[in-house]
RNA sequence: GCGGGUAUAGCUCAGUUGGUUAGAGCGCUUGGUUGUGGUCCAAGAGGUCGUCGGUUCAAAUCCGACUACUCGCCCCA
């Protein structure tokens, strides 16, 4: 039995639960589209290199959560973990450094071997989009707003929260990075074992630790917003105002640091509380450093990712199926003309249901079992005729309508 | 990778201090005749009680391991 279920930390999507899935990265992409982001395709696998390089070798993606394996002609492949890395290396490979910027639009299943939990599985869908090649803060205001309409799109404006907060450019950044780490040292008998551990690899991420001693030293600890260079400091004060002017409602976490290292300036994380531990929905930033670090020409961006399991879990207004007619014959004569007649239906644009067998009593079981907003009836009578019955089965009222007219006569059902 | 909880029909759950053929609701199938669904009534199908092992005369019930799910930590979308 074991092998008849999906390997753990993967889902199957049944069609409830599809169209949920396929409405939030719709909704997602139409909005992304009216900011003028096009599409991008990558490959769900790269050379392991891809993003052992962007993501930095003591990440914990790279060194514990990539699904790397070899092909058959030897080389090192990993299952994307996350989609930066594809969309840079596309970038790159495809000579899109001609036609800065661009703006990408992706989607598609991730892979991470991760713990699984409630909205953190093994495979997971994220959408995202990037801006490449636009230095100011300007394309750190469309990412955000954009981002903000799709979740309000999906009827989440109100439930969640936007975190922001700046890193500073790469020298703001060394500078605070320093004074952080020295502040640190002198408090290590207090910290927590896994601040430890972050104290060596990624030091900033001890700021929004949760270890209640953690918290104790981090509240002196030197801010990053009194490192931050002229520059820097005025980057962040242009992102906001354009925030401000935009009325995207935003919160400055000063402890908002981002995981992987080619991250500069802009930070932000859209957060719900009502995911538990899973509460991160949207999040991203700038990354100046990383298209040059992959051996592209040097070229700023700036986007983000967000998890599609977790805004399906969220949607306020799940899409409903839709209903279809049911087309129901009586008669061998009949089930003749319902094969025509639904094809007629289709290709008119309606959703039609043809049932494969059964009497009438059957037949009307079903169409109502699919959900289906009128019976279409064809027995002796109506064929005499050359007219069809049409049942509304929400009011039951019935009336028959010639069966040439019958495309305008369903169009008030719509 | 670490810690806690859970695991009974397709779904949501009962199952008393271990004791014969394991139950309910929903769903499903069939019927309540001949061309009309949704409501109602009746009958029926469906479970090696997550898996493996142990304790016992006897295990869904107690113990252990494993697996999955779940809640935290970690990490992150």
Aim: a negative charge; one cysteine or more.
């Amino acid at each position: 039995m074991a092998a008849l279920q999906p390997v753990r930390g993967t889902h199957d999507l049944l069609p409830d639960a599809a169209r949920v899935h396929r409405a939030v990265e719709d909704r997602a992409f139409d909005v992304a589209r009216r900011f003028g982001f096009g599409e991008i395709v990558t490959p769900i696998f790269e050379f392991t290199e891809v993003f052992k390089r962007t993501l930095g070798d003591t990440s914990d993606i790279v060194t514990k959560e990539m699904y790397t394996f070899e092909d058959r002609g030897g080389e090192s492949l990993t299952l994307r973990p996350e989609g930066t890395a594809a969309i840079v290396r596309a970038f790159i490979s495809g000579g899109l450094a001609q036609s800065v910027p661009v703006k990408a639009f992706y989607r598609g299943p991730m892979f991470r071997y991760e713990r699984p939990q409630k909205g953190r599985l093994r495979q997971f869908h994220q959408v995202g989009i990037e801006i490449l090649g636009v230095e100011g803060p300007a394309a750190d205001i469309e990412v955000i707003t954009c981002g903000y309409h799709i979740l309000e799109a999906l009827g989440l404006g109100g439930t969640v929260t936007v975190e922001l907060n700046t890193l500073g450019d790469l020298d703001s950044r060394a500078v605070y990075r320093e004074a952080l780490v020295a502040y640190l040292q002198g408090h290590k008998d207090k910290l927590s074992e896994d601040s430890l551990a972050r104290l060596e690899r990624n030091p900033m991420r001890i700021l929004d630790s949760k270890d209640e001693g953690d918290r104790a030293v981090v509240a002196d600890a030197p801010v990053l917003a009194d490192h931050l260079n002229d520059a820097s400091r005025d980057f962040f004060a242009r992102v906001r105002e354009g925030l401000a002017a935009l009325n995207i409602p935003v919160e400055i976490s000063p402890r908002l640091v981002r995981g992987l290292d080619y991250y500069t300036h802009t930070a932000f994380e859209f957060t719900t509380t009502q995911l538990g531990a899973q509460g991160t929905v949207l999040a991203g930033g700038r990354y100046d450093g990383l298209v040059k670090q992959m051996g592209g020409p040097p070229t700023p961006g700036v986007g983000w990712a967000a998890g599609v399991e977790r805004l399906s879990m969220l949607l306020a207004d799940p899409p409903p199926a839709p209903r279809p007619f049911a087309v129901i014959p009586a008669g061998a004569e009949a089930e003749a003309l319902a094969l025509t007649l639904t094809d007629r239906l289709r290709r008119a644009g309606h959703v039609v249901d043809l049932g494969y067998g059964g009497n009438m009593g059957k037949r009307m079981k079903r169409a109502n079992k699919v959900g289906a907003r009128a019976a279409i009836i064809l027995g002796d009578e109506e064929l005499a005729a050359g007219e069809a019955t049409v049942r509304d089965l929400d009011s039951g009222e019935q009336a028959r309508v010639p069966l040439d007219a019958l495309e305008g006569a369903l169009d008030r059902f719509r």
